[in-house]
């Protein structure tokens, strides 16, 4: 098999249909195959998707939801391909995308992870897909929307440009197209992120473990971001916050002094709360 695309389903029927058809509506040049992992969502979507795709989509059925990394793991751990593409349920598959990056992936042996251009509803950028990693000081400029124009510390890399291709530290995990090879060394995505963060450590273990990670912006995927992540809002702050927290103490906490890391563990804490606190007086979608 040449590529393993892995889906994870959680109550959206619709939005995995319409990823899943973006992908079958196309032919290509290699062989492959389309997994969806349900992760026990508990409504009629799996049995849906099972009627409505048949034999050409393989299922596996989780017991329960512990989380993207461990829905995309109950995958990983069964497919024997060249590629896998890690791919948001949530997300429309343009022409020629997948082949042009399979292209690109067969030609540069060094590459062990690559990521396309990611449009959003609108049109614009999905910034998410190139950037650098996260440390404690852009994290801040970030965190508190603190203007940055130092291009050492531009985490999103918007001085880049959208439509070329180049190495990058970070794609993001709504399309990861991967080298098993690259994988198997890494390691697959740590579980202990529930949601968020499971990316960018990801593309840290297969960056130390010396492969590249490139940035294709001359081809695009859109993608819904949240639609499949409306519910539970304040789960999903404080996932995104706890995220923030595991990558941090696993990645650069042992490098950073005490001091530091009181502050950095304080700030998360903080930042935390106040954004739980303000979701109270949001209106519920």
């Not at 973006?22 to 009629?44: H, Q, R």
């Not at 020629?96 to 396309?116: F, P, Q, R, W």
């Amino acid at each position: 098999m040449d590529l393993s695309i892995v889906i994870v389903n959680y109550r959206t029927y619709e939005l995995t249909r319409d990823t899943v058809n973006s992908i079958l509506k196309y032919s290509y040049p290699f062989n492959y195959e389309i997994i969806v992992v349900d992760n026990a969502s508990g409504d009629d979507s799996l049995a849906r998707l099972r009627d409505y795709f048949k034999d050409n989509v393989k299922f596996i059925e989780s017991s329960e939801n512990r989380g993207f990394a461990v829905g995309n793991n109950h995958a990983l751990r069964q497919v024997n391909s060249d590629y896998v593409l890690l791919l948001n349920s949530d997300t429309v598959v343009w022409e020629n995308t997948l082949e042009n990056i399979y292209s690109y992936m067969e030609k540069h042996k060094d590459v062990g992870a690559c990521g396309c251009r990611v449009r959003l509803e609108n049109g614009e950028l999905d910034k998410a897909c190139k950037r650098t990693f996260p440390n404690v000081k852009n994290s801040f400029f970030r965190l508190f929307h603190i203007p940055n124009k130092s291009s050492d510390d531009n985490y999103n890399l918007t001085d880049l440009p959208d439509d070329e291709v180049y190495e990058i530290d970070c794609l993001t995990g709504a399309f990861m197209f991967i080298r098993k090879e690259a994988l198997d060394k890494a390691g697959l995505l740590d579980e202990t992120f529930f949601m968020y963060g499971e990316d960018i450590d990801l593309c840290y273990r297969i960056k130390e473990a010396g492969w590249k990670i490139v940035y294709y912006g001359k081809s695009s995927i859109t993608h819904l971001k949240g639609a499949s992540s409306k519910k539970q809002k304040s789960k999903l702050i404080y996932e995104f916050y706890h995220a923030m927290y595991i990558y941090y103490n696993k990645h650069h906490a042992n490098e950073s002094s005490f001091i530091v890391n009181i502050v950095v563990y304080l700030g998360m804490g903080v930042l935390c709360i106040l954004k739980l606190f303000l979701n109270l007086f949001k209106k519920r979608v």
